[in-house]
C-alpha cells in the first residue's frame, strides 16, 4: 500500500488542448480579448520603460 503524498506534486501531467471551431464566431467576445491582449502588452511595455528610465538616472551622488 502506498502512502498517500501530501502537498503539490512537483509537476503536473501533460495536457491537450483540442481547439473548438464554430461556423459563426463570437465577433464580440473576440474583440473584448484582443482589446484585453493589447492594454495588457501596453502595461508591461509601460512598465518595463518606467523601471528602465529609473535605473538609468541613479541617485545622482557620485
Do not use: C, H, W, Y
Not at 26 to 54: M, N
Amino acid at each position: 500500500m502506498e502512502k498517500k503524498k501530501r502537498g503539490r506534486p512537483m509537476f503536473s501531467d501533460d495536457v491537450k488542448v483540442t481547439p473548438e471551431f464554430r461556423d459563426n464566431p463570437d465577433i464580440e467576445k473576440l474583440g473584448r480579448a484582443l482589446i484585453a491582449v493589447a492594454i495588457s502588452i501596453a502595461q508591461k511595455k509601460e512598465a518595463e520603460e518606467k523601471t528602465a528610465k529609473e535605473g538609468s538616472q541613479g541617485d545622482g551622488m557620485t
